[in-house]
């Protein structure tokens, strides 16, 4: 591929988040144990980068493994920790205090931080963490970054990070609402939560 000059739309370079032991690193509780009976038992969250014409917009959100639905998410132009603070203070607005449920992410500096974990802490969250450089253990938000850009960002090419952004709002909005998945009886994922709570 190099000597004929191709390279692949589907596994670009991967944004790495993580730069060493920058903090405390938490154990390995959900050990891809992704199933959830429940709503708001299970969380993952990771961050994605994409790249237009050199300028970078990165993605990090929050994943319920009940039900796959984009709990919260924030949009920034730099990997900043500020970003996670914004995601975290909007997803804590739809639980109470003290759930037990569990939050699960990469090793990254961001989820490493005194602060993060002390957001966590005071809103009752168990923190859980990959072991170091294995993706598999964040698979289902992973998968999610692969659906996001073969549906959407791979398929077009944007010349500007505000239309990107824009796109990224309507396709979340989308996927949580409208995009029926197999795995949850061919329902979107609200509304398979609403199906729980009806039974």
């Not at 390279?7 to 199933?35: C, D, H, M, T, W």
């Not at 990165?58 to 920034?76: G, R, V």
């Not at 966590?120 to 998968?143: F, H, P, T, V, Y």
Request: hydrophobic residues 35%.
């Amino acid at each position: 591929m190099k000597l004929l000059g191709l390279k692949s739309l589907i596994r670009v370079k991967k944004y790495k988040s993580y730069k060493g032991e920058q903090g405390k690193i938490a154990p390995n509780i959900l050990a891809r144990k992704f199933k959830a009976t429940a709503p708001n038992q299970k969380w993952a969250t990771d961050i994605t980068e994409f790249n237009v014409s050199g300028q970078k917009l990165y993605l990090s959100p929050i994943i319920d493994l009940f039900n796959q639905e984009m709990i919260s998410y924030e949009l920034t132009e730099r990997p900043v920790f500020n970003q996670v603070v914004m995601m975290l203070n909007k997803a804590f607005k739809k639980i109470p205090n003290n759930t037990n449920l569990i939050l699960h992410s990469d090793q990254g500096w961001q989820y490493q931080m005194k602060n993060y974990q002390n957001q966590l802490k005071e809103k009752g969250i168990i923190q859980s963490m990959s072991r170091k450089g294995n993706c598999l253990d964040n698979a289902i938000i992973e998968n999610f970054f692969g659906i996001l850009k073969s549906e959407l960002f791979y398929l077009k090419k944007y010349t500007s990070i505000d239309q990107l952004k824009m796109e990224i709002k309507e396709y979340i909005n989308y996927y949580n609402n409208d995009r029926r998945k197999s795995n949850l009886n061919k329902m979107s994922p609200i509304q398979y939560r609403a199906h729980y709570y009806q039974n």
